[in-house]
């Protein structure tokens, strides 16, 4: 799996929990009572893997990027020496 699918994986789960979560306090009057810790360490953990993995996607990203634009100037030279 690339660093992109696990991005939107983890963004997905984390806006999901977060309804979820929110649905629950609502409908709930102790929630989340002696799990608080418990949600408290699955958003820390669901945050850090997006924010890992946006990072690790967007320089992937880039260097796909670079390569791309490196390309047809790397062409344009070498048909210029060509022509010489």
Do not use: C, N
Not at 38 to 58: P, Q, R
Not at 66 to 76: F, K, N, R, S, V
């Amino acid at each position: 799996m690339d660093y992109g699918a696990v991005f939107y994986v983890a963004g997905a789960a984390l806006a999901v929990s977060a309804v979820v979560f929110t649905f629950l306090g609502l409908r709930m009057e102790g929630f989340p009572g002696r799990a608080g810790a418990l949600v408290a360490l699955w958003f820390i953990a669901l945050i850090g893997v997006t924010t890992t993995f946006s990072v690790l996607h967007s320089k992937h990203e880039e260097e796909h990027h670079e390569q791309e634009a490196g390309l047809p100037q790397a062409t344009e030279q070498a048909e210029e020496e060509e022509a010489r």
